[in-house]
């Protein structure tokens, strides 16, 4: 079975700090994405990534950074986070081709004081 | 610009009956693939259902089916013979480069 993996399941993190959000996939996919998910706006993309060391802006990137160092691995940084990026964070990741499913990781619940 | 919608916040269905799950999305491709997931409150996201654009005939797994409506740009989701495990948060998407998501739909399933 494909694995995503988010290093973390709830985080509460203050005002100003620095966040990572950690994502792992066990299945060589070359893309992998980060997502927010809010009430009522569905799952909006952040960033997405076509390879290693490779990285293009999705719908609402401000405030947000990306890392892909290696390719299982795909990491969201909020440089200094802010009460506006509360929220439900979800990694996926998949094969290429536009007909492929993305399979999701368990979410990550930040909420930001 | 691409775009999902869903129009019903919030779903009910008796157990044992049907539902359908209503989507709509705005495109100029003509290649593209729609999806249906589902969100549990485990909220590991589960694919339920995949239709390729270019297949007229609708998908179907087991107790689930899609109205694709090309023309139309409609994507439904029914689900005959509801279960208590059903009941879930659905997403309708789209893709062709990358995902679009619709803002989902709160399926409660009554016993």
């Known amino acids: 079975d494909v694995k995503v993996t988010q290093s973390s399941r709830y985080l509460v993190k203050r005002t100003g700090e620095k966040v990572f959000l950690e994502c792992v996939q066990d299945m060589d996919h ?7 998910q809010d009430p009522g706006l569905g799952l909006r993309l952040i960033y997405f990534s076509y390879d290693v060391k490779m990285k293009e802006k999705g719908d609402i990137p401000e405030g947000y950074s990306v890392s892909r160092e290696k390719k299982e691995r795909f990491s969201l940084i909020l440089e200094s986070a802010s009460t506006n990026q509360t929220s439900m964070y979800l990694c996926a990741s998949n094969h290429g081709v536009a007909k492929n499913i993305q399979y999701f990781g368990a979410g990550t619940r930040l909420s930001v004081l | 610009a691409q775009t999902v919608t869903q129009s019903q916040p919030e779903m009910s269905v008796q157990e044992a009956e049907t539902v359908t799950l209503s989507c709509t999305y705005d495109t100029s491709e ?15 996201m589960i694919l339920v259902i995949r239709q390729e654009a270019y297949k007229q005939q609708n998908a179907t797994e087991n107790r689930f089916s899609v109205n694709f409506q090309k023309a139309a740009k409609s994507f439904s989701l029914k689900i005959s013979d ?4 059903d009941a879930a948060m659905y997403f309708c998407a789209y893709r062709r480069l990358t995902f679009i998501f619709g803002q989902g739909t709160e399926l409660s399933v009554k016993p």
Do not use: I, V
């Open chain 1, 30 to 36: 070359e893309n992998m994405f980060w997502y927010r």
């Open chain 2, 82 to 85: 509801s279960q208590l495990g």
């Open chain 2, 30 to 44: 003509s290649d593209y693939y729609l999806f249906w997931y589902k969100q549990p409150p485990s909220r590991q």
